[in-house]
């Protein structure tokens, strides 16, 4: 026996028929959608209940603190804001001094041939002296040496290159270190 089911309705009617079916399906999806919608906005309800007498407790404490931060402790306060603000100076002024890691890169970005850098030592500018950078490292030969030595002299980040003259004493193999005077 043949399980195929023969459909006698007229084309007109088997389309009328599915637009009905599909009519009726999205209603009964609209209506869940629309029951889903209501029942996430009545389960938010407790959330907004919390949340609003949390706030009002909040205030009122907030309230409560600074009526004792206005009497009590007014002084303490008035220090603590002191030092925040001598703090707050330092970092500005911390903000205007050029970082380590650009000035590092920028004398690591010298053309150094024949030369092997060994330690970089930067010690910052303070108040009336400018910064440093003390380059240690092994020279192949003298005139390497003196190369490298004019290249961090000529440096845009550097007002001198100090190399002391004992450091010319052998002809291979130099050991040295170059101070350099940043410029400010």
Do not use: C, W
Not at 73 to 78: F, G, M, N, R, T
Not at 110 to 129: C, F, N, Q
Not at 145 to 168: E, G, K
């Amino acid at each position: 026996m043949d399980n195929e089911l023969t459909n006698l309705l007229p084309p007109e009617r088997q389309s009328a028929l599915s637009r009905e079916y599909l009519l009726r399906l999205g209603v009964v999806v609209a209506v869940m959608i629309t029951a889903l919608t209501f029942a996430a906005a009545l389960l938010l309800v407790p959330t907004y209940i919390f949340l609003s007498q949390n706030s009002s407790a909040k205030t009122i404490r907030l309230a409560r603190i600074e009526s004792v931060l206005s009497s009590a402790e007014e002084k303490a306060l008035s220090e603590q804001l002191a030092a925040l603000a001598r703090d707050a100076s330092v970092l500005i002024a911390l903000g205007e001094v050029p970082s380590a890691s650009v000035i590092l890169r920028t004398a690591l970005a010298v053309p150094h041939p024949g030369i092997a850098l060994s330690g970089l030592a930067y010690t910052p500018a303070e108040s009336k002296t400018p910064g440093t950078l003390a380059i240690t490292g092994i020279a192949t030969t003298r005139d390497a040496l003196r190369t490298y030595q004019l290249a961090m002299q000529s440096a845009s980040f550097a007002a001198a290159a100090n190399l002391p003259v004992s450091a010319y004493a052998k002809d291979t193999n130099i050991t040295f270190t170059i101070t350099v005077t940043l410029t400010p």
